[in-house]
């Protein structure tokens, strides 16, 4: 019985962790200021575009995506986009 709870508990542990929302993103990369941090507080971004020195860093959410642009190791404000549906 043990064993069933403690699957469940990090069954709905796990889901938490990967359906944050665009808000929840935004408010936990507040104040972060370089591409270190941002990594160590959101993690590896699900995907980045490269033009030149600019970087374009995007993080998927249940409702959209955040996209951090980052110029020079500098972190940009954030930008929100609608959820992707599926092609």
Excluded: N
């Amino acid at each position: 019985m043990r064993t069933i709870f403690a699957v469940l508990a990090l069954t709905v542990l796990l889901t938490a962790c990967f359906h944050k929302t665009k808000d929840d993103l935004i408010q936990k990369a507040e104040g972060v200021e370089t591409k270190q941090q941002l990594r160590k507080v959101l993690g590896d971004p699900d995907g980045v575009d490269k033009l030149g020195p600019i970087e374009k860093w995007t993080y998927k959410a249940s409702d959209g995506t955040v996209i951090f642009p980052i110029i020079a190791d500098k972190v940009g404000p954030s930008v929100t986009g609608p959820k992707e549906t599926g092609q």
